[in-house]
């Protein structure tokens, strides 16, 4: 039986866009429709992206159900930008993120992103283009180690990718799982299982997860009204790096300007303005959505500044 999807910080992120009757919002990450539903039934007007076909096709009820405030967009988030002005809506009240892996794709086990249940070793979000399988079996020892240890911040990259080069073929998550607890020596007691780095840093290569979030945060400033909100929600340190410096960045927080310096220019106009501190779970959320443990919110309100061509 699998978890209910329950969408992570769902009343932190209401409270932050404030939706109503006729508040064009973006759920540029759609999933099981969590956001959408929650937005919708206070009278906003829902653009809705996933790269994922199942989530697409799982949707349709929802825009029937909603007679044409919730449209569907099988596109990146990243595209978010180009697929609005193709259909004729230049900017938007709010977007939200949710960024990373659904529950509903970690608990269909032929998809292969976890290795809770044997699957094959595949982990594409959008069902297209490399597998996680093909990069493993086909990839130099040194590119396989290079991608645990950036995205997995996996200490041993280079004794893992040793084991996996020396398995290969590698077919199954389960068999993928099997070769690195070998290499590093797990102990069915051990608190957290090793193989959850390796299965982390595979999937964001292969989904190329944090060049998407890049994109997608330059996107939503350039379509996002002056007064719109932005907010982000996160799941490890290294998407919550990336949505911490942006906001920071488009704040114009932490430049420095010295009094001592006659004639020095100032920056650009901020993009972004009241950023908020990282917002985390409540124990009693937790309690009742374990997944949402690691989840890290962000928001920030779009001031009328140009955006900028190339956020990060």
């Known amino acids: 039986m699998t978890a209910p999807h329950i969408p992570v910080l769902l009343d932190e992120v209401i409270a932050a866009i404030g939706p109503r009757d006729g508040l064009a919002v973006v759920d540029a990450t759609f999933g099981a429709g969590g956001y959408s539903v929650a937005l919708l039934d206070r009278g906003a007007r829902v653009y809705a992206f996933d790269r994922d076909p199942n989530a697409i096709r799982d949707g349709a009820d929802l825009v029937r159900k909603y007679d044409g405030r919730l449209s569907l967009h099988q596109e990146r988030f990243s595209e978010m930008r180009a697929e609005l002005d193709r259909i004729g809506v230049a900017q938007v009240d709010a977007v939200v993120m949710d960024i990373g892996v659904s529950s509903m794709q970690l608990d269909q086990g032929e998809r292969g992103f976890a290795f809770s249940s044997d699957g094959p070793l595949d982990m594409r979000m959008s069902q297209t283009g490399e597998s ?141 303005t009241k950023v908020s501190k990282a917002i985390r779970p409540s124990e009693a959320e937790i309690e009742r959505n374990p997944r949402s443990r690691s989840s890290t919110l962000r928001h920030a309100i779009r001031t009328a500044a140009p955006a900028r061509e190339a956020a990060l």
Not at 152 to 174: C, D, F, H, K, N
Not at 189 to 199: E, L, N, Q, S, V
Not at 207 to 212: P, V
């Open 132 to 272: 996680a399988a093909d990069f493993l079996n086909t990839a130099e020892e040194a590119a396989i180690a290079d991608v645990l240890y950036e995205y997995g911040e996996e200490r041993q990259s280079r004794r893992v990718a040793r084991a996996i080069v020396a398995a290969r073929p590698l077919e199954t998550t389960g068999e993928l799982a099997r070769v690195v607890r070998r290499a590093l020596g797990y102990k069915p007691h051990d608190k957290k299982d090793p193989a959850t780095r390796t299965f982390q840093a595979v999937r964001i290569h292969v989904n190329d997860e944090l060049g998407e979030l890049r994109a997608g945060l330059t996107a939503a400033e350039a379509i996002l009204k002056d007064g719109g909100v932005l907010a982000v929600v996160s799941f490890h340190s290294l998407e919550d790096r990336i949505v911490k410096r942006f906001f920071k960045q488009a704040s114009g927080a932490g430049r420095a300007v010295s009094r001592h310096l006659p004639g020095e220019l100032p920056g650009p106009d901020p993009v972004f």
